[in-house]
């Protein structure tokens, strides 16, 4: 069920901003009057819905009414604490945290109402579609119109425009589009968002990298922009991999991993370029994409042993894992980084199949021998099988099947990985059994790979149900409709056997387009 009541004319004009934002160079010194953007329009009976506090008069003795209402938290109380517990992670081993820098603004003094608006519009949106409230839906979308105005009123200055907190606006607001993904067209509205904080991004420039904060808002939104490129088949905003590239000396990652998480990035970038390569001759596509993929083998030499996983072989089937294997991992954000791997073979591979179909059935006489095709397409389906697989053992750990190891035993074996410990054997619980209500669950970030896997057309119609069954959980467990839209597209795969492209652009394709895209 869908909540959604934005304006199109809002929409249109919030487009029309970030296309002129991305246009502002952040090199040279411009005069206010060269920073002042078109007015965007809206709907004020739509901005007036806004639900305020409910205030009880005040009697001598408390009635029942009061007395409820003064131990129950409010709803946007009960919204923050939904969107910390699902998604605010705080770096433990690894030291990279997810939106751990909205609790430290949000416990400031004087934190400004563009900020605090933002996040009660995204953190409400989840909350609401995890209980299934049109009410607090509702104050999602006055939350988010009031947001969206007070980003408009900021990016028509410069000095405004640059500062953290309107940067942190328009990444929550992507976060709420994420949350109220109403079909295939909705991701458009999400790339809109991306596109609009990257060009923040690029005007703020350098000097963003000065401040703690700055480094770590660009460093975690860079991952997004890339996984958003990688899973949408979209180009990655032009000017981000240079900044990335001037931001990266100042990280201190040279004790976990920097040197393979900066090869990672560039690997991943390779990727995606050749996913948009539609020009070169089906042969050199194959080549370039088997040099890629020998390329992060290689690259696993530099992963510091901490990051490595224990595969564990289920003696007996199981009710709630498919297949016969699960992965423990140190750190959720260990197996998130596994999964951008994973993510990226899949990509790679899909380009390798795609070409050699092209080289073997478009061409007379084909580019590729006989024993060439039949080899190399051994090989990606082999590979295809075996990433997909990798994708579905990291779900047990990550929807709470199996636990996480307690922060003592993962520093331990961090510290001192040649200590040998064992990784102890589980028996498969139902999700959500060892969820931390405390930590983030991290579910977020394996919507994407699992669905990358599912709609493989390789993969067997139980194991697609079961990644069915598994995004449904997710989308009602952290509250965002991106998975259910994404599993409906999947159901709809196995009503009609047609297979979308795996990393096809999906924000410019049509809804009659869809089916067709194979």
């Known amino acids: 069920m869908m909540f959604k009541n934005e304006s199109e004319v809002v929409a249109k004009k919030a487009e029309k901003r970030y296309e002129k934002l991305a246009k502002q160079n952040p090199a040279p010194k411009k005069k206010e009057a060269e920073l002042d953007?078109?007015?965007?329009?809206?709907?004020?009976?739509?901005?007036?819905?806004?639900?305020?506090?409910y205030v009880v008069p005040y009697t001598r003795y408390p009635t029942p009414?009061?007395?409820?209402?003064?131990?129950?938290?409010?709803?946007?109380?009960?919204?923050l604490g939904f969107f910390i517990g699902n998604y605010v992670a705080q770096p433990t081993i690894v030291p990279r945290g997810q939106f751990e820098w909205v609790m430290e603004l949000l416990a400031e003094p004087d934190t400004e109402d563009i900020l605090r608006s933002s996040v009660h519009a995204a953190s409400l949106a989840g909350f609401a579609n995890a209980t299934k409230s049109p009410t607090i839906m509702?104050?999602?979308?006055?939350?988010?119109?009031?947001a969206l105005r007070m980003t408009n009123d900021a990016l028509r200055v410069k000095e405004t425009a640059i500062k953290d907190s309107t940067l942190i606006a328009v990444i929550m607001l992507g976060m709420y589009e994420n949350f109220v993904f109403q079909d295939r067209r909705s991701i458009q509205a999400w790339a809109k968002h991306v596109d609009g904080a990257c060009a923040l991004l690029n005007l703020r420039g350098k000097d963003q990298f000065q401040s703690n904060l700055g480094r770590r808002l660009f460093h975690q939104f860079y991952g997004v922009v890339l996984l958003v490129?990688?899973?949408?088949?979209?180009?990655?905003h032009p000017g981000m991999h240079e900044l990335y590239q001037i931001m990266t000396p100042t990280?201190?990652?040279?004790?976990?991993?920097?040197?393979?998480?900066?090869?990672?990035?560039?690997?991943?970038?390779?990727?995606?370029?050749?996913?948009?390569d539609k020009d070169t001759d089906p042969k050199t596509m194959v080549e370039i994409a088997l040099k890629i993929d020998h390329e992060m083998d290689e690259i696993k030499e530099l992963m510091p042993r901490i990051w490595d996983y224990d595969v564990i072989h289920l003696d007996q089937p199981s009710q709630h894992q498919y297949g016969g294997t699960y992965h423990i991992y140190l750190d959720p954000w260990i197996a998130q980084m596994w999964n951008n791997v994973n993510s990226c073979r899949l990509c790679l591979y899909k380009v390798v199949r795609e070409n050699l179909t092209k080289g073997w059935m478009w061409h007379s006489p084909p580019i590729f021998s006989s024993t060439e095709y039949e080899?190399?397409?051994?090989?990606?389906?082999?590979?295809?099988?075996?990433?997909?697989?990798a994708i579905i053992a990291s779900v047990p750990q990550i929807t709470g099947?199996?636990?996480?190891?307690?922060?003592?035993?993962?520093?331990?074996?961090?510290?001192?990985?040649?200590?040998?410990?064992?990784?102890?054997?589980y028996t498969i619980q139902p999700p959500g059994t060892y969820l931390d209500v405390s930590k983030s669950t991290h579910m977020v970030h394996l919507i994407w790979p699992l669905y990358a896997a599912a709609q493989i057309d390789l993969v067997s119609p139980e194991m697609r149900q079961w990644c069915i069954d598994i995004l449904h959980y997710v989308a009602l467990r952290i509250g965002t409709r991106q998975a259910v839209v994404l599993a409906d597209e999947l159901k709809d795969m196995q009503r009609t056997g047609l297979f979308t492209?795996?990393?096809?652009?999906?924000?410019?394709?049509?809804i009659s387009d869809w089916s067709q895209a194979t």
């Open 37 to 53: 953007f078109s007015e965007w329009s809206f709907n004020r009976d739509w901005l007036s819905t806004r639900t305020g506090t």
């Open 65 to 79: 009414e009061s007395m409820t209402r003064e131990i129950v938290p409010s709803i946007e109380d009960q919204a």
């Open 138 to 146: 509702q104050q999602a979308q006055a939350a988010y119109g009031s």
């Open 229 to 236: 490129a990688l899973e949408t088949g979209r180009a990655v």
């Open 251 to 276: 990280s201190n990652y040279s004790v976990h991993g920097r040197q393979w998480t900066t090869r990672l990035i560039g690997v991943m970038h390779s990727a995606i370029n050749l996913n948009k």
């Open 375 to 389: 080899s190399l397409k051994t090989i990606a389906q082999a590979v295809l099988h075996a990433t997909s697989t």
């Open 401 to 425: 099947m199996i636990p996480f190891p307690d922060l003592s035993t993962a520093k331990r074996r961090a510290s001192d990985p040649s200590v040998g410990e064992g990784a102890p054997v």
């Open 501 to 510: 492209t795996p990393f096809v652009d999906r924000t410019t394709l049509k």
